[in-house]
């Protein structure tokens, strides 16, 4: 029989374990492990400390050696998967879940951290049904109908969603992330006075709500009350909140604050924010000085055009079933004050399980490369800190009819962002008509000058356009009686490493 540790021995590992104490937890129980080294027990706390210290690979190491001794036991499998998770390990955590549930089919929290890994992994329609399951077991789980909130989103299943969130605050009115998520969902719809009661509600709950305070500000500054929105965007600190300050004074054409809080911007950070190289390009060439933000900056040198030949072929069976999805797949409008005599999809389409939106994520992901490849070694911050993991941070498709455009605008969370184009209208009165033009003015920007320089591309079907988010960009009007329909996408890195090394 093999050694076993005293009751007293154990009794301390679990006393440091419980007082939270969980470096010498980690410490105490790894020197009993070199004596006893087959005690169960011993690997559960080591693996516990392990992960309240953020140590996930060790955790998920000890969590394995545990299961070896005691291969059927749920909650180990449970805690693994979660290990797993923190290390971007999704399919292994996959695993572990479902290993979980089938040992312990009522096991709602696993099917609820299940979901979140397949939404994590872009399977929405998966992670959907991982939350029903879940939620059919417990049906008093806010948490529950939250995530099942936040991927019906992503599906483009709004109303679903809204009801979601609704049925989260129902159990638990103190929810305020259920508040806030409920209130973007809202603001998709359209409805911005719900939205913004809704964002009212999380912050009565907690003033100090990073989304909450990020959606106020927004809110503010696109209804032109910029002073209001900054307080809002400092507290948030949230994503791009400097830029969106930046943006705010700019526009409230307080230029001297703006100078000298892109100057500190310019010297305490990496040069990686498309927004903030925007508002410095638009400065420099208004007010005639040198732009310090080197982002990207000169836009118009990185403009991609390429022809995709599984679209552009004659009868593409890709074409046709894009075109197929987009009109029969039931998926949500999202309202865009921007966009006129036209729809864009809610969620993020290429998130969907359609194979054409699959298929055309893959083709779009290898013109990403060739893009990388075609600048590598350029002077900017957009090819130096280019993604290295290809996702997409948006995707939607917008349809045009006639008369259809958009006006010139920036995609303020993109990197790099592009189109492709699978309808384009042919009887047109004008040669431009229906073009992408990109500039370097837009949005109602304060102009000291009319001379903001613009050039614009004639897309074919079949094309990709690729631009540095930075660049603003429109759709020239059309008068064809005839659509005019692209997929529209950004690709943004992970991380950004926003302070400069010391």
Known sequence: MAKQPSQNEIQTVLALLNSGKLAETESAAKKLLLHYPDV???????????????????????????????????????????????????????NSYQKAINLQPKFFEAYGNLGTVLQKQGRVEEAIDAYRQGLKINSQDARGYFNLGTALRDNGQLEEAVTSYQKALHLFPNYSDAHNNLGETLRDQGDMEAAVKSYQAALTLNLQHPQANYNMAEFLYLAKRYGEAIPFFEISQLDDWQARSLYCLYKAERFDEFKTKLDQLVTTTTHASPFIGTLSTHYAINFGVENPYNFCKNGFNYVYQNSVPQLAAPNSQLLIDLLHDIKNTEIAERKQGMLHFGTQSSGNLFKRPEASFRALAELIKQEFINYKNQYAGADCELIASFPDTLDF???????????????????????????????MPKNKVHADEGSFEYGTHGDNYPQKHNNFPAQSIMPNVGDIILFPSSLFHRTVPFNADEERICIAFDLRPATLSKEKAA
């Open 393 to 423: 941070t948006s995707s939607w498709y917008v349809k045009m009819r006639k008369g259809g455009y958009l006006a010139p605008h920036i995609h303020e969370i993109g990197w790099l962002s592009g189109a492709v184009y699978l309808a």
């Open 40 to 94: 169960f027990l011993l690997y559960h706390a080591l693996a516990l400390a392990q992960d309240g210290l953020g140590k996930y690979s060790d955790s998920a190491t000890t969590y394995s050696k545990a299961l070896k001794l005691q291969p059927n036991t749920p909650d180990l499998l449970f805690n693994l998967g979660i290990a797993l998770t923190h290390l971007n390990r999704f399919e292994d955590a996959v």
